[in-house]
């Protein structure tokens, strides 16, 4: 066995304490990255829940995407469009009239309670 002489020993602790620096910078780096990936993808997660609710519809998806980045707390957005109710979803439209020839007897029953079977 070699014996390593207290020269060459303080030579390797100083090149070992180099390279955990080193690992630990790359750590955060990269640590910080994933994190910013995560968010990234939580943004846009929220920005395709508004579009799917209607929310913000005078917003493009990505000037959505752009605002949920400024957002400094995504939990309270995040909530409050869970909470949110859906915009714009429209039942019927203004030509929709009851009674219309091409309703089927049950749609008219259903819109005007009576039974065109009867009329």
Known sequence: MNKISSKDAASLLKQAGAALVQVAKERDTL???????????????IARDMEEKGLSSDLTFEQKVAAMKEAKNLDVTEEA?????????VLGNLGDMPGGGD????EHYIVTGEDPSEG
Request: charge should be positive.
């Open 81 to 89: 469009i869970k909470l949110a109710a859906p915009q714009g979803r």
């Open 103 to 106: 309703a089927s007897a049950f």
């Open 31 to 45: 640590r910080e990255k994933v994190a910013t990936f995560q968010r990234d993808q939580r943004v846009v997660k």
